[in-house]
């Protein structure tokens, strides 16, 4: 194997089983590999959504509305078009751009004075204050991000009442809904009813909804906008620390240039590897040898590593960093890094945008350098990776 074609993945999960497409697990789930089989899962609408703790909200009084994550069909259709103004990709050059290289800023100089920083704290801090400014939680208490680091913890357990373990982990995550709720949410909601803005909140507000649904709505963006940009600016820090010529690439490159470089690092390192879905109607997906049929009410992964990964979609060395690939441009050059169809992340330009900046700048650093390699550890719910330990150092100003 040629040593450009060799697999550069830094968070390669081992799955194991057969390597098809699309194959039914003994345990009655369908596990899905193949690009094709995955997009066509994603965009039918004879699924819903299953995982991500949707069994707990199912249990919500039904006078409660569910975060946008957990609906599906007409409702979830109509709160995407009406919330999509707020991420097109001329929002996010217009509005957001100059919010992330303020923030950004102010972090790196941070890291300029003190000569080293965790990587994991500067890129939660950046992506906090970029999703706090599009959500409208801009009137929170000090704290913020000690407490989402509570809320979103590096390993989960699992709340329950039958065990020691399963009353703390309860414990624990309700008292951490309370304390963002009344540090954060309560205090964004009273402000944005009496003067409100163009931000997610006001939306929310002039919706109708309450301020435990805001809640909710916050939290689950805040998963997708914190904690996932998060995870993947690190990721991509570590991958042009250790690097040179990627490093070279992405340095010297024109801002298409490095953005392709960013959705290649993204098609290998998903932050999120597991999609779940359940069928509503029996489904006919693409099989190594033809259709397959999915049958109606079956549970279905949707492994998003492998299928970003299948040289049928993605041409030769699927596991190598080659910008610009053919056959992954345009809004897909991530492949499947963004979900697709009616859940497909709507925020995919802004977390572009953000990791594009934060790392332009952080490398325009004098002598910045990685200083210890970082810890990984995984999350199996949702196939997704914790970036720990990575420690950069720069010249002190």
């Not at 039904?62 to 007409?74: E, N, S």
């Not at 050059?93 to 004075?113: G, N, S």
Request: with cysteine; glycine share 8%.
């Amino acid at each position: 194997m040629d040593r450009a074609d060799h697999d550069v993945r830094k968070t390669r999960r081992e799955h194991g089983g057969p390597g098809c497409p699309i194959d039914h697990g003994h345990d009655g789930t369908w596990q899905v590999r193949g690009y094709q089989a995955a997009r066509a899962l994603l965009r039918s609408t004879d699924t819903v959504q299953a995982g991500l703790g949707i069994e707990t909200v199912e249990k919500l009084p039904a006078r409660v509305r569910r975060p946008v994550l957990y609906r599906d069909g007409l409702e979830h259709r109509e709160h995407r078009r009406q919330t999509a103004r707020y991420f097109t990709p001329r929002r996010v050059d217009e509005h957001y751009r100059d919010l992330t290289e303020r923030v950004t800023q102010r972090h790196l100089d941070t890291l300029r004075t003190e000569g080293e920083a965790w990587l994991e704290d500067l890129t939660f801090g950046v992506a906090i204050d970029v999703a706090c400014g599009v959500i409208g939680l801009t009137h929170s208490r000090p704290g913020i991000q000690r407490r989402l680091e509570r809320f979103f913890p590096e390993k989960f357990g699992k709340p329950g009442f039958t065990s020691w373990h399963g009353l703390r982990w309860l414990f624990r995550q309700n008292t951490n809904w309370l304390r963002i709720y009344l540090a954060d949410v309560r205090p964004a909601v009273r402000a944005h009813r009496e003067r409100p803005a163009d931000n997610l909140i006001s939306h929310l507000l002039a919706e109708g909804c309450s301020t435990a649904e805001i809640l909710g709505e916050c939290l689950t963006y805040a998963a997708a906008g914190m904690v996932t940009t998060r995870e993947f600016m690190c990721v991509a820090a570590w991958h042009l620390f250790t690097a040179e010529t990627l490093r070279e690439r992405y340095e010297t490159g024109s801002e298409a240039e490095r953005l392709a470089v960013i959705h290649e690092i993204l098609r290998l390192e998903p932050a999120v590897a597991r999609l779940r879905r359940r069928t509503t109607g029996a489904l006919d997906v693409p099989g190594a040898n033809g259709p397959v049929t999915v049958p109606a009410g079956a549970l279905v992964d949707i492994l998003v590593d492998e299928a970003n990964t299948d040289p049928q979609a993605v041409g030769a060395a699927p596991t190598a960093i080659r910008p610009g690939r053919p056959a992954t441009t345009g809004r897909y050059a991530a492949a499947l890094s963004f979900g697709d169809g009616p859940h497909r992340c709507p925020g995919a330009d802004l977390a572009l945008m953000e990791t594009n900046v934060f790392l332009g700048r952080l490398l325009a650093l004098e002598n910045v350098r990685m200083l210890t390699p970082p810890r990984l550890t995984f999350q199996d719910e949702i196939g997704g990776y914790a970036i720990r330990g990575l420690r950069v150092a720069v010249d002190r100003r």
